[in-house]
């Protein structure tokens, strides 16, 4: 099994900063794309920004120019960077780690959600 731990939410002023991070632990055989993704009340879930183990990134229109998804192999990490906060990025937000097994099994795996609150 594979556990995602999820920190750094919190409560900010609009134009401040958050980051995020997610740890991966457990039975880990090989990480493909980590992910985060958002839902706020009322709302359907959505991407925010995904990264693969190149390092390709791609990014919600909403958020580009403003966070940064990165990751660390070695600590099975995965971050993203939150800057120029706006009232309508507050979410709970979830990390999402592809993990495959050492029988090639692909799975994926979510954090327990850690909560942005963004105050105008």
């Known amino acids: 099994q594979v556990q995602l731990v999820e920190s750094g939410g919190g409560l900010v002023q609009a134009g401040g900063s958050l980051r995020l991070s997610c740890a991966a632990s457990g039975s880990i055989f090989s990480i493909n794309t980590m992910g985060w993704y958002r839902q706020a009340p009322g709302k359907q879930r959505e991407l925010v920004a995904t990264?693969?183990?190149?390092?390709?990134?791609n990014y919600a229109d909403s958020v580009k120019g403003r966070f940064t998804i990165s990751r660390d192999n070695a600590k099975n990490t995965v971050y993203l960077q939150m800057n120029s906060l706006k009232p309508e990025d507050t979410a709970v937000y979830y990390c999402n780690v592809e993990h495959v097994s050492y029988t090639y099994y692909r799975r994926a795996y979510w954090g327990q959600g850690t909560q942005v609150t963004v105050s105008s």
């Open positions: 990264i693969t183990t190149g390092g390709n990134t």
